[in-house]
């Protein structure tokens, strides 16, 4: 498969970044929760609300029509106002989202690596993010060097260290 381009995130990226978070959220096949349903959800919504303000981050990867078909960017949540992933102030969340029709041909694996490695040029030294358990991208976690750092309740807090 050719190199699949990838972009910087823009502020008129946001629309496709609540899209993204509601392929996140569905990740399940066959059991797809109503799109209003994430998106009255604090819990998602403040991973799109407001996009693009200071310290968040991201990338989208296009088609090779230039349709954008996968996102991941990174966010850092205030302790009152804490992701699913997070693990402490400074350290960013990752969400990551991707057409169904195009998982499994590394757009993830391209956006997750491109995003890991502008957070650690923009210094940070530890990325997390939250995942299902039965989610089948906890392999896909493991294997780009992330970590389960805090196991909860049908979910995990996984942590990669970036220096």
């Given at each position: 498969m050719p190199a699949?381009?990838?972009?910087?995130?823009?502020?008129?990226d946001g629309s496709f970044l609540v899209d993204m978070t509601v392929e996140a959220a569905n990740w399940?096949?066959?059991s797809a929760r109503p799109r209003h349903e994430i998106l009255s959800n604090p819990d998602h919504r403040r991973y799109v609300a407001g996009w693009l303000r200071p310290g968040d981050a991201g990338f989208v990867a296009e088609s090779p029509a230039g349709e954008a078909i996968g996102a991941a960017w990174y966010r850092l949540h205030?302790?009152?106002e804490p992701g699913f992933g997070w693990v402490g102030t400074g350290v960013p969340e990752l969400i990551i989202g991707v057409r169904p029709v195009w998982r499994a041909h590394g757009v993830g694996r391209a956006l997750l690596?491109?995003?890991?490695?502008h957070a650690r040029d923009e210094g940070f030294s530890?990325?997390?993010?939250?995942v299902e358990r039965?989610?089948?991208?906890?392999?896909?976690y493991r294997r780009e060097g992330f970590a389960v750092t805090l196991a909860g309740?049908?979910?995990d807090v996984m942590v990669r260290t970036l220096r």
């Open positions: 699949i381009p990838i972009r910087a995130a823009l502020p008129s399940r096949a066959g205030p302790r009152s690596q491109r995003l890991v490695g530890r990325i997390s993010l939250s039965d989610n089948f991208a906890r392999t896909f309740q049908g979910r």
